[in-house]
């Protein structure tokens, strides 16, 4: 990949047309603002609350938007504002749970460029990119690849290949991640803290790679979703902290909580199988087959040994539909 921006001077805290071999300007146009409205009985509504706002690119040319998930989930009204400040309405189109991308159509013309998809598995550690929310270059920043490696989160999340960039984007969610070409390699999900050898720890984002989108762009469009069988989801918060797995949060009336785990538990085994890691745990999970499969966890509670057997169910049955409009 060509180096887009100088190597003798640090990242910018925006793009400049001069840096780029591409039209910056027509690119960034791409990207929208992104509003949500969620009912307030919606299970994400006390973890990420009814008003929401963040991005999303063009990826088609009758305004098909790419955006983070979270932002969407559960959504009953979606509106988007461009880069002149017009606004439209929009539906949720699909959300897909294992990557986290979502889909929203506009539902008037948007008279916005599509952007090209890229090959995120070309990308490598040290390439510049830049992160772009809506506003073009005023809400853009230049950044660098630092890792491309697992992700694991806290919420029954599980990314192989997730982007970290630095200096991060203030407004991740849903930012479009474009290359020197000024194509889409992924979309923003995170802010998070980096370790860089031989470095202190730095704010960065974690992107979740665009191509994780390719194979399941038809059966979003087509059905909301991933047309398969849904993983076992158990409703269970864990964190990971020095080789061990907290239950940190249950989700109310989900597996876990019928299955009487508790807050405090830490799981040590599944199916007999140890565990000290979120993506270990996860994988061996997912492995016994799909939702709704019964999930045996060993785990110690108060210094006692415990084997808990949870029937997973699929997370999709406790959302709410989104409205069509």
């Not at 989900?254 to 299955?259: Q, T």
């Amino acid at each position: 990949m060509t180096d887009a921006f100088p190597s003798n001077k640090p990242a910018a805290p925006d793009p400049s047309p001069d840096d780029v071999s591409f039209d910056l300007d027509l690119v960034l146009s791409s990207v929208v603002s992104v509003r949500a409205h969620i009912p307030e009985d919606a299970m994400t509504a006390s973890m990420l609350g009814t008003e929401r706002a963040g991005h999303g690119v063009v990826i088609r040319d009758d305004g098909l938007i790419l955006t983070i998930g979270y932002l969407i989930s559960e959504a009953d009204a979606v509106w988007l504002v461009d880069h002149k400040g017009r606004a439209t309405s929009a539906h949720v189109v699909g959300y897909d749970q294992e990557t986290g991308f979502g889909l929203v159509q506009a539902l008037q013309r948007l008279d916005l460029p599509a952007v090209e998809l890229g090959n995120s598995s070309d990308l490598h550690e040290g390439d510049p990119v830049i992160a772009a929310g809506h506003g073009g270059r005023d809400n853009a920043v230049c950044a660098r690849i630092i890792s491309i490696r697992e992700f694991a989160g806290y919420w029954e999340y599980l990314i192989d290949e997730a982007i970290f960039i630095a200096p991060p984007h203030q407004h991740w969610g849903g930012t479009g991640l474009f290359d020197s070409s000024g194509r889409l390699q992924g979309i923003g999900s995170l802010f998070v803290q980096l370790s860089i050898p031989g470095r202190v720890a730095a704010d960065g984002n974690m992107v979740v790679p665009i191509d994780l989108l390719k194979p399941i762009l038809d059966d979003m469009l087509a059905v909301g979703r991933i047309d398969r069988p849904p993983r076992p989801w158990l409703g269970m918060l864990t964190a990971e902290t020095e080789d061990q797995l907290i239950v940190a949060g249950i989700v109310d009336d989900g597996p876990a909580e019928h299955a009487d785990l508790q807050v405090g538990d830490m799981v040590v085994a599944v199916q007999g199988h140890a565990v000290s890691e979120l993506g270990t745990m996860y994988r061996t999970i997912w492995g016994l087959g799909s939702a709704g499969t019964e999930i045996p966890l060993t785990v110690l509670r108060d210094g006692d040994r415990m084997e808990i057997r949870v029937s997973s169910a699929s997370r999709y049955d406790f959302l709410k539909s989104p409205s069509l409009q």
